[in-house]
Each structure stands twice: as C-alpha cells, then as structure tokens.
C-alpha cells in the first residue's frame, strides 16, 4: 500500500477532506500519516479503527516527508511556497497534491476537476507530472455548473458577477462574521421588543454601530453584516483595477481547460454574508444561437452533480440559495434565459458549497486517482 501523507488536514479546508474520505472509505485503501506545522509529537486523528495510536509528525522535516508517496496538503501558500522547492531539490518524485494557490499557474502542475478536465488530468499523469493542485473555488464551481457548455465549446465569453461566503477567507472569517451579528442583534435587541420605537431609528441604531470600532472587523477590515465587500484579495499587479480573485478566472478557467483560443472571462467578485456557499450570476454569449432546452439538456448531462433549476420564482427561492446547497455536493444553476440583448445571450445563477466541489472535493479525487 503506498503512504500519504495529510498536512493541513484540522484546517477548514482538511477538516472538510477528512470527512469526506471517511465518508467514502479512503483511507482504508492506503497508509496515512498526519503532520503538523504547530503540533508535533500531539495525538493524530483516527481515522479508521486500528490506527487509534499514531501520532502526528513534523510538517517541516523535509527527511521524513521524502519517504512519502504522495503528500496532501491543504495548508496553504506560504506552506507550500517554503516546502515545495525544497523537497523536490532533496531528490524527492513523489505526488504533491495541494488546495493553495501558489502552484496552480506552474507549468508543471496541472490543475484538478475531473469532471470537467479529466483529459487533461489523465494526460498529465501519463506524461509524468507529480504536481496536482486544486483550482480557486469560483472558478472550479463555475465550470462544474457550465461543464456541458464549455465541453461542447459553446461559449464565446462570459462576464461573471460573484457572491462569494465568508468561508473563501477561512474559518476566522465565518466567526467574525457570526460575531458581528451578535454584536449588531445585542444593540437593538431591547428596540426590537418595544413596538412604538420606529424601524427606520432601530436602523439608525444599527447603521452607526456597524460604523463604530466596536464591530469586529480583523478579517475583513469592514462589516460585512448588513453590508457587501465589492473587492476581494490582493489588487493585481498585472492589471490594475482588477482584483486578483477576478484574475484568476480567465487564466485558471483555460488552464483547466487546456483551451487552445482563449476563452474570454471577466468578473467581479464581491463577498457577501452566506457562510459556505459561493453564488455567481452569469452572463454568458454562446458561439450560436442554441435553445433554451437545448442549452439546459447540455448543462445537466455533463456530471452527476450539477442540477438546473427550473427558472420558476418559489422553485429558484427553494433549490437555488446557499442554504438549500450548503454542505452537499450539488450544484444548482437556474434562472436560465435568453437575454434580451440577443439570441446568442444567456443569463444564469450558480450556486455550490466552496469546501466542497470549491475545494476539497477535487483533491480527493485525484488522490484516488493517483493510488
Ligand atoms: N477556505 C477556502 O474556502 C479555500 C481555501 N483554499 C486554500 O486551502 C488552504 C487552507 O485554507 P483553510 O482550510 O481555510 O485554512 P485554515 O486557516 O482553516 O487552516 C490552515 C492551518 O492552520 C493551522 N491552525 C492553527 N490553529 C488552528 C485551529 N484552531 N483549528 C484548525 N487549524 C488551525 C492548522 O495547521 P497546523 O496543524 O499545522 O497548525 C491548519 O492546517 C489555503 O491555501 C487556501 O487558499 C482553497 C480553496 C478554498
Ligand atoms: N479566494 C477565495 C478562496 C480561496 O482560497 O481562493 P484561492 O484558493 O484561489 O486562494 C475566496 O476568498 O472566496
């Protein structure tokens, strides 16, 4: 049986991976071992019944990882960034499988979503690449959704408008933003019991709260309660203006791909208050007039995850929201239809949970794979 090797598994990201191989019965097809950046020599997780005793390694210690077969991490950049180079330079071959983005552009990587580039995945291990990362999460769940269309080369461009949850920024993030709402609740809660108090003064008293250092702000430098974050990340170098969460788009979406013309993409990407769930609202211009039966026939036959929903008020408010997506591995599109700029346009709403198919769901396919 070959050894793996999980750094980052207690973090958002691994937490959700463990589960979903103990779900599936992973681990009980090879031999796992446990790092840890901060907490060596402590307890490992158990993951199946007689591995109740094993304790967790030096994610640092470059000898040990070397007798890996295949090394998992979903510890982040600045984990990989320092460890990387130097395992491969210390002589080691084996398959680093990794959810952070340092490595995604990397011409030896190939980015991982079976679904959509199982081709390109397949060709890699063929030719002999050992590097396998996961793409950002809006745009693996973007091409889950669009799967059927890209697959038939359908599409000309798209403009993508993003909802994206506090958990694209980690577990600090989601509770920042449940503390800021009880923060917020606990400043009116007394208002809210008195009915002669107006609604626009419980509203006044709110808005100048949410505008106070009180509110809890570290993660996300604003409220993010009762408000929207019109920027996420780093502004990039490359394009000014451009958020690097819009700029990764275009360039992951054709690397996944392996496109040979360019598929043009743009976004822009905005954090709103759901908790795991990204949402996107397209705006997609097909090469050809197709209907819209057609188009949603296309888009359902592609992978056994994506549902379209029917574009019926109740039926989107029920099936097509975070809350109804949140923790499952479906991905709903809906609010399909024509636009009426033209035939060729079509608009369009997505909704997927981003630790899953946005993160951990990839990876562990490919682990699979690669056994
Ligand atoms: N968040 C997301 O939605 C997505 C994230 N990714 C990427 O995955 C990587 C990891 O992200 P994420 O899972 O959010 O990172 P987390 O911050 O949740 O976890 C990263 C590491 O922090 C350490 N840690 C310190 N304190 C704690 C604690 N109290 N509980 C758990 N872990 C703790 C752990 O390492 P140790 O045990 O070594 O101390 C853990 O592995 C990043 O590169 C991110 O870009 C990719 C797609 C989506
Ligand atoms: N940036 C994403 C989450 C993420 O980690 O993306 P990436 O893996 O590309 O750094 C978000 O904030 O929602």
């Known amino acids: 049986m070959k050894t793996v090797g999980f750094v980052g598994w207690r973090g958002m990201v691994g937490s959700v991976l463990m589960n979903r191989?103990?779900?599936?019965?992973?681990?009980?097809?090879f031999n796992a071992v446990f790092f840890s950046t901060s907490q060596a020599g402590e307890k490992a997780p158990v993951v199946i019944q007689d591995h109740q005793n094993l304790i967790l390694q030096n994610a640092w210690d470059i000898e040990y990882l070397k007798s890996l077969d295949i090394l998992v991490t979903c510890q982040g950049s600045t984990y990989t960034k320092f460890i990387y180079p130097r395992l491969r330079a210390s002589g080691w071959t084996g398959y680093w499988i990794d959810t952070a983005s340092y490595l995604r552009m990397h011409q030896d990587a190939v980015i991982v979503l079976d679904p959509v580039n199982k081709l390109v995945i397949e060709r890699g291990i063929n030719n002999g690449v050992k590097t396998f990362v996961g793409g950002n999460c809006t745009v693996s769940l973007m091409l889950m959704a669009l799967g059927g269309l890209f697959n038939q080369n359908l599409i000309e461009w798209i403009f993508v408008s993003t909802y994206q949850a506090a958990s694209g920024y980690g577990a600090k993030a989601i509770k920042e933003l449940l503390v800021q709402i009880g923060q917020v609740y606990n400043t009116i809660s007394d208002l809210l019991d008195d009915s002669n108090i107006p609604i626009l003064e419980i509203e006044r008293?709110?808005?100048?709260?949410?505008?106070?250092?009180?509110?809890?702000?570290?993660?996300?430098?604003?409220?993010?309660?009762?408000?929207?974050?019109?920027?996420?990340?780093e502004e990039c170098v490359e394009y000014k203006g451009q958020s690097r969460e819009e700029w990764k788009g275009q360039l992951e979406t054709n690397k996944i791909l392996n496109t040979s013309k360019l598929i043009l993409i743009d976004s822009l990407c905005v954090r709103v208050c759901?908790?795991?769930c990204h949402s996107q609202s397209l705006m997609i211009k097909l090469k050809k007039n197709l209907c819209l039966t057609e188009i949603e026939n296309l888009i359902e036959s592609h992978n056994n995850w994506v549902?379209?929903?029917?574009?019926?008020?109740?039926?989107?408010?029920?099936?097509?929201?975070?809350l109804s997506v949140s923790g499952t591995l479906r991905i709903a599109i809906g609010r399909l239809r024509k636009m009426n700029i033209g035939d060729e346009f079509i608009s369009a709403f997505t909704v997927g949970d981003q630790l899953l198919w946005g993160a951990a769901e990839p990876i562990r396919r490919i682990l699979n794979r690669l056994l």
């Open 307 to 322: 549902k379209v929903v029917s574009n019926q008020a109740d039926i989107s408010l029920g099936q097509l929201t975070p």
């Open 205 to 233: 008293v709110i808005t100048e709260f949410s505008k106070t250092n009180t509110i809890s702000t570290d993660c996300f430098k604003k409220p993010l309660i009762g408000n929207v974050l019109p920027w996420i990340g």
């Open 274 to 276: 759901s908790l795991r």
């Open 21 to 29: 191989m103990k779900e599936e019965s992973d681990f009980n097809h």
